[in-house]
């Protein structure tokens, strides 16, 4: 492992990877335990011969975003992952298509969006992570969802030797699933399509979206978001409070008072306790309403 984090190093620059990384401080939930290593590839060039390098070795390694939909368990990740930060955030708009980089914040994207007047993104304006992390989720809310406003993307293959563009389709969206899950391809820019619209309107509906976050999710406490999947027919959160969950808590993992599809950390919970946490409601809700609740947060580790 060591010389093979040397070797990432020689490509990267020392400054850009943290060895016994804390992924607590990396990760939304603000839990968790260590990944052996995480690199920040400066550009393209890095990212392909990182790739090429771990592909090459019997380490196990995955990409990561912004870390809104992830948690590490407390054992931690014996491997390397590669973010997808800053060096990859940038935003180019042609007419009504918008051009941005993976490690672009999807909040930037939508204020970008809205300087130049462009309506389609208003959806996700709140949605937090990277457009890497959207693309790969088809991140949705509020009756949009990604699928709807993509029009292509570039991706580089797991093993790091090939760059090749495709289109909305090919990506295979569905809900909170792409194609990128089976082939573990890593998204570096995407293509929006977007419309001509009213600024003023597109910042109503921004304001009011948020609002709408705001008064219904408890988004001053870490957590991942949704914690479940919705089940066919079903509301996860309603199912968990149902069951009668609403505010149930391991240690300091709960679910949420404000929304019972929520997991929150109320200060130094485990990642251990949430996942306790997750089986119990799992198994509450089976034995109530013979549903299966399948997170939607990736659980790594
Ligand atoms: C308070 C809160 C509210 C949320 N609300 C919503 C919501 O309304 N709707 C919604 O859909 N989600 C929501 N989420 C979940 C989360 O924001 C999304 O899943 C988001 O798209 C994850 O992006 P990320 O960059 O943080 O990805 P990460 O958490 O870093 O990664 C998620 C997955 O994407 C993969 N990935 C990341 N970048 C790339 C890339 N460039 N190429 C290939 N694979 C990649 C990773 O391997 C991982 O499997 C919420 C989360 C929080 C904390």
């Known amino acids: 492992m060591k010389s093979l984090i040397n070797k990432i190093a020689e490509i990267t620059g020392e400054e850009n990877l943290i060895v016994d990384c804390d992924m607590s401080k990396f990760t939304s939930f603000r839990a968790g335990g260590k990944a052996d290593c995480l690199v920040q590839p400066q ?7 990182v790739l090429q390098l771990l592909a090459g070795s019997d380490v196990q390694y995955m990409v990561m975003g912004n ?19 800053d060096a990859f955030s940038s935003i180019e708009i042609d007419g009504t298509v ?7 914040m999807m909040s930037r994207v939508a204020n970008a969006a809205l300087e130049a007047g462009l309506t389609g993104f208003e959806f996700a ?4 992570g990277s457009l890497g992390g959207a693309v790969f989720m088809n991140a949705g809310a509020y009756g949009g969802e990604m699928v709807q406003i993509i029009k292509e993307a570039t991706l580089i293959s797991r093993d790091g030797s090939r760059e090749y563009t495709v289109t909305c389709d090919e990506l295979e969206l569905s809900y909170r699933h792409s194609k990128l899950h089976e082939t573990g391809d890593i998204a570096v820019s995407v293509t929006l399509q977007l419309a001509e619209g009213d600024r003023e309107a597109i910042q109503a509906e921004m304001k009011d979206l948020a609002a709408k976050r705001n008064s219904k999710q408890p988004v001053h406490l870490p957590s991942a978001g949704s914690f479940f999947k919705r089940p066919e027919g079903y509301f996860a959160g309603k199912l968990v409070q149902d069951a009668g969950l609403k505010g149930f808590s391991v240690g300091a993992a709960q679910v949420s008072p404000m929304h019972s599809g929520f997991v929150v950390n109320n200060g ?13 409601v799992q198994a509450t809700v089976m034995e109530k309403f013979g549903v299966k609740l399948e ?3 990736r659980i790594i580790g």
Request: proline letters at 4%.
């Open 43 to 49: 550009d393209k060039e890095q990212l392909k011969a």
């Open 67 to 85: 870390g809104s939909n992830i948690l590490v368990k407390d054992s931690g990740y014996r491997g390397i992952i590669v973010k997808m930060g």
């Open 98 to 104: 918008l051009t941005a980089g993976c490690g672009t």
């Open 125 to 128: 304006s709140g949605i937090p």
């Open 268 to 280: 130094g919970a485990t990642a251990t306790e949430i996942l306790q946490l997750m089986e119990i």
């Open 295 to 297: 997170p939607e947060v």
